[in-house]
């Protein structure tokens, strides 16, 4: 039983260890090597090796924004999109991105295939990709974010 500090009275609750995110960097030269990478990124999350995916299905990704760092956030979200709707792991190893008016807009190719769990060994499912935390910046280098997965 837990005492309250200040009162003595019994609290009817208690803290336990809980890993209940997954946080991650990605950086690139370009925007678009980062955008592949954060791809990667995401999907070694949930998968143990990455290269046991084999390109067997092709969708095509287009999303735009007016602010980079929420293009890359709903890129990302499309990838969870597919895992959960179609259970397909997906690569990304080309990403375009151009400025088109008052918006950023991606097209990609994502090739992958169906969760086989007898060659693909999964770690954690990631559920959502989360805005806290969320950044992207340009660097010296080229480009950097940080994405934090509720998983």
């Not at 950086?27 to 949930?46: I, K, R």
């Not at 990304?92 to 060659?119: H, K, N, Q, W």
């Amino acid at each position: 039983m837990v005492k309250c500090g200040g009162c003595g009275d019994a609290m009817s609750y208690r803290y336990l260890e809980h890993t209940a995110d997954a946080l991650f960097e990605a950086w690139g030269e370009t925007l678009e090597e980062l955008f592949s990478a954060a791809a990667d990124a995401l999907l070694n999350v949930m998968v143990e090796d990455v290269a046991t995916i084999e390109p067997k299905e092709e969708v095509s990704i287009r999303v735009e924004h007016p602010e980079l760092d929420l293009l890359l956030y709903n890129f990302l979200l499309e990838l969870v999109f597919f895992k959960d709707a179609r259970q397909l792991l997906l690569r990304v190893p080309t990403v375009a991105i151009a400025e088109s008016g008052s918006a950023y807009c991606l097209a990609a190719v994502a090739r992958g295939e169906r969760i086989d769990r007898s060659r693909h060994p999964l770690l954690t499912d990631v559920k959502a990709v989360t805005l806290h935390g969320f950044t992207l910046e340009k660097t010296a280098t080229g480009w950097r974010a940080s994405v934090l997965l509720d998983v």
